[in-house]
Nanobody, 121 residues
Framework: QVQLVESGGGLVQAGGSPRLSCAAS????????MGWFRQAPGKQRELVAT???????NYADSVKGRFTISRDSAKNTVYLQMNSLKPEDTAVHYC???????????????WGQGTQVTVSS
């Protein structure tokens, strides 16, 4: 099992640069990738950015060039640096860990509780 605890976010003015953090605990050795997803009111949850254990990153087109995801493996923590925020970035942001369960040979996703980011214009 993996537990994820998010921090950061809140009310930010357009153009602001907050940073989200997500600390993982538990069976962190099983984590293949970590990332951030977000869900705006009335919309489906969507990928924001992911980072794999080897370092490769992936970003949604809507955040490329503005957001940066990074991972501190020693601290089992993933960060999302958000720059040049826009009102359309307003959403609940969820941390995700993609893990491999060796005992059962299958993949499993874990989610944080979510942190609200509200961007005022």
């Amino acid at each position: 099992q993996v537990q994820l605890v998010e921090s950061g976010g809140g009310l930010v003015q357009a153009g602001g640069s907050p940073r989200l953090s997500c600390a993982a605990s538990g069976s962190t050795f099983s984590i293949n990738a970590m990332g951030w997803f977000r869900q705006a009111p009335g919309k489906q949850r969507e990928l924001v950015a992911t980072v794999r254990s080897g370092g490769p990153t992936n970003y949604a087109d809507s955040v490329k060039g503005r957001f940066t995801i990074s991972r501190d493996s020693a601290k089992n923590t993933v960060y999302l640096q958000m720059n040049s925020l826009k009102p359309e970035d307003t959403a609940v942001h969820y941390c995700n860990a993609d893990t491999y369960v060796y005992s059962g040979s299958y993949f499993m996703d874990y989610w944080g509780q979510g942190t609200q980011v509200t961007v005022s214009s």
